[in-house]
């Protein structure tokens, strides 16, 4: 198998976000994203610097977030996971922008060792994942961004997770939203960026006037990974 997905961090912990929020669950961050979200909180993964190269073992210590990242392939990620004694049955591929890579077969594998994968994208790349994957898509209005490849990825999601700060990004949201055929099957999520309270009060009185779902991040008020 080639090395061909770059790892910048494997670690357990509870999800923090969105429909699976409080679940166990093991991450698999990715390492690249040239997205450029101003508020991004993983800025660490966005560059692939080839003298940040390490091994997969040195990148379960998460004493501090690093720009260091390890070439592996789907079976050492399951191979790394066994040793690691994880026990969480959701693997959680995120980034960086995890769709930079063909995901299916690292989720194809890790479904045939019986996990269950989600995925968290900005929609940005196509999203080549097994059929069984659960798709979370949290859209970036992007100039990079292809509109059709974003329909496609709205099109696919099983959850869409809008980071907002402003009215206009909801406004941003319902308009992306229109398009979307399969809309009344997803489950939508508002995430207020950071804990700032007047982005979550935007959240959840919107939630509330749309039966939306309110993400706030559970990890970063827990102070957990
Ligand atoms: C770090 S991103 C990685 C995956 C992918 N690049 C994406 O944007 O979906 C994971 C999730 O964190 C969200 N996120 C990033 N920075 C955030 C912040 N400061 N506040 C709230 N959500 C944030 C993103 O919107 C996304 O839903
Ligand atoms: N606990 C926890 N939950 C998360 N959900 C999505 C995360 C991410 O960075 O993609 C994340 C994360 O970094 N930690
Ligand atoms: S797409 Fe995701 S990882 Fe990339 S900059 Fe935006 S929030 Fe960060
Ligand atoms: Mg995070």
């Known amino acids: 198998m080639h090395k061909n997905y770059k790892v910048n961090e494997l670690f357990q912990t509870i999800q923090g976000e969105g429909f699976y929020t409080g679940i166990p669950a093991i ?5 690249g994203c040239d997205v450029g ?3 991004c909180d993983t800025k660490h993964t966005w560059e692939v610097d080839p003298v940040k190269q390490t091994e ?4 379960t210590d998460r004493s501090n977030e690093s720009e260091r990242w390890s070439g592996v392939n789907a079976q050492q990620i399951i191979d790394e996971i066994k040793r690691l004694g994880y026990t ?5 591929i995120t980034g960086g922008e995890p769709c930079m890579y063909d995901l299916r077969e690292l989720t194809h594998l890790l479904h045939e060792f019986g996990f269950h994968t989600q995925i968290e994208t900005s929609g940005t790349y196509p999203v080549l994942v097994d059929s069984l994957s659960w798709v979370t898509v949290s859209p970036k209005i992007n100039m990079r961004a292809k509109k059709e490849v974003l329909l496609t990825a709205l099109e696919r999601a099983n959850e869409i997770k809008h980071p907002v700060g402003t009215e206009k990004d909801i406004e941003q949201l319902d308009a992306l939203l229109r398009p979307v055929k399969s809309i009344k ?3 939508i999520c508002l995430q207020p ?3 700032k309270a007047k982005a979550t009060t935007l959240c959840m009185k919107t939630c509330i006037e749309r039966n939306w779902r309110l993400s706030v991040q559970v990890h970063k ?3 957990i990974d």
């Open 27 to 31: 991450f698999v961050r990715l390492q």
């Open 37 to 39: 979200c101003a508020w």
């Open 56 to 59: 997969l073992n040195q990148l």
């Open 88 to 92: 969480a049955n959701l693997v959680v």
């Open 185 to 187: 099957e997803k489950t």
């Open 193 to 195: 960026i950071s804990q």
């Open 221 to 223: 008020y827990l102070d």
